[in-house]
Each structure stands twice: as C-alpha cells, then as structure tokens.
T-cell receptor, first 115, second 110 residues
Framework: DARVTQTPRHKVTEMGQEVTMRCQPI?????VFWYRQTMMQGLELLAY????????DSGMPKDRFSAEMPDATLATLKIQPSEPRDSAVYFC?????????????FGPGTRLTVT | KNEVEQSPQNLTAQEGEFITINCSYS?????LHWLQQHPGGGIVSLFM???GKKKHGRLIATINIQEKHSSLHITASHPRDSAVYIC????????????FGEGTQLTVNP
C-alpha cells in the first residue's frame, strides 16, 4: 500500500531554531508538493517540484524557508529561523504528472509548534 | 483573480439525509478536486474532475464548466462522513498549483 510519509509527525521548537521536515513521496511519482494549513489561511501551496526541479515556490517566504529534493525519494522543507507565526500543519503530497489530470496523494502532515 | 468559494461553511445533518456541498470558482480550470479531511487531520482525495460526473459509493461529484460550479453529494449520510470537505481547483493559468476553498465542516448526527 504505497503512501506518502512525513517526519516528524509533531515538532515543538523555540523561536529562532532551525526546523527540518522530511517527506518521502510515493515511488515513481514525479511531482512533490508542500502545503501549509493554518486556521486563519486554510490550505495554501508553498512550493512544488517536478522531477526534483523546483517549478513554483512563490508561496514560500524566501527569507526563512527553503525546499529541496536531494534525491527522488526525499523532499525537505527547512525553516531557519523559525517564528511563532510558522506554527501550522505542513503537508507533503505527491503525484505522477503525465498530461492533464493527475491525483495528489497527501502525507499525514507535520504539526509544527513554534513557541 | 483566481478564487474558490465553498458553501456552506458548516453543515449539520441527521443520519440518512442527502447532503450537498457547493464550490464555485472564478475563471477557467484544468481540474477540480474534492478532498476530505478527518478530525485526525489526514487529507484524502475523493474525486478529481474536469467535466461531467463521478460516483464512488455514496459520494457523487458533478461539475458544470459553463457555470464554473461543482457539487459534492453524499447520499444516505452516516456519522462517519463527519469531516471537513475541501474543494481545490487547478486554474488553467496556474500550472500544477492548487487553490483551495475554505472547506465545509460536515457533522452527521446519529
């Protein structure tokens, strides 16, 4: 049963600390998405990659956030330095894009609390 | 402006009732997704549509491209259907980016 995995599931950290969230997409999927969900903003796209190359990171605060795909099996989202307003649930999703329609499969999310 | 609006925001029903959740969007789309998020937080994709109608069990999703509107129907609702239902749209001009509605909190009482 292929699924997207994310680690850690929960993270509590102090303001100013670096946070790294990891995502393992479903094997064979060529597109990886990072989303953030807050009570105020709902779900919003931060960035996505196709074949490990960043295609759109316009939703991501560039000064403190960075997203990478070191290889096809790992995507990372880093926040440095973290701030209380970064507290949210961060979802990774993956999909196989080969034309018009494609499904996105969501991971369980990382719940981040910055105090 | 690329916008997605859902209604209602909150919906309470009795078990067995027929439920409809609506989604409207502003401009042309490549695809529309209906997602389900349970209290535990996990998100599951229910449907992906670009035209017509899809059915899976007690769930039916329809889309009217001309009217820029989609509906999610649940027949014979059950307490386990209680969740947040989210409409997400891929606009024609936005590549693979999804724009999300605010979600509809559905509670089905026994």
């Amino acid at each position: 049963d292929a699924r997207v995995t994310q680690t850690p599931r929960h993270k509590v950290t102090e303001m100013g600390q670096e946070v790294t969230m990891r995502c393992q997409p479903i094997l064979g999927h060529n597109t990886v998405f990072w989303y953030r969900q807050t009570m105020m903003q709902g779900l919003e796209l931060l960035a996505y990659f196709r074949n490990r190359a960043p295609l759109d990171d316009s939703g991501m605060p560039k000064d403190r956030f960075s997203a990478e795909m070191p290889d096809a099996t790992l995507a990372t989202l880093k926040i440095q330095p973290s701030e209380p307003r970064d507290s949210a649930v961060y979802f990774c999703a993956s999909g196989l894009v080969a034309g018009g329609l494609y499904e996105q499969y969501f991971g369980p999310g990382t719940r981040l609390t910055v105090t | 402006k690329n916008e997605v609006e859902q209604s209602p925001q909150n919906l309470t029903a009795q078990e067995g009732e027929f439920i409809t959740i609506n989604c409207s969007y502003s401009v042309g789309i490549s695809a529309l997704h209906w997602l389900q998020q349970h209290p535990g937080g996990g998100i599951v994709s229910l449907f992906m549509l670009s035209s017509g109608k899809k059915k899976h069990g007690r769930l039916i999703a329809t889309i009217n491209i001309q009217e820029k509107h989609s509906s999610l129907h649940i027949t014979a609702s059950h307490p386990r259907d209680s969740a947040v239902y989210i409409c997400a749209v891929r606009f024609e001009t936005s590549g693979s980016r999804l724009t999300f509605g605010e979600g509809t909190q559905l509670t089905v009482n026994p």
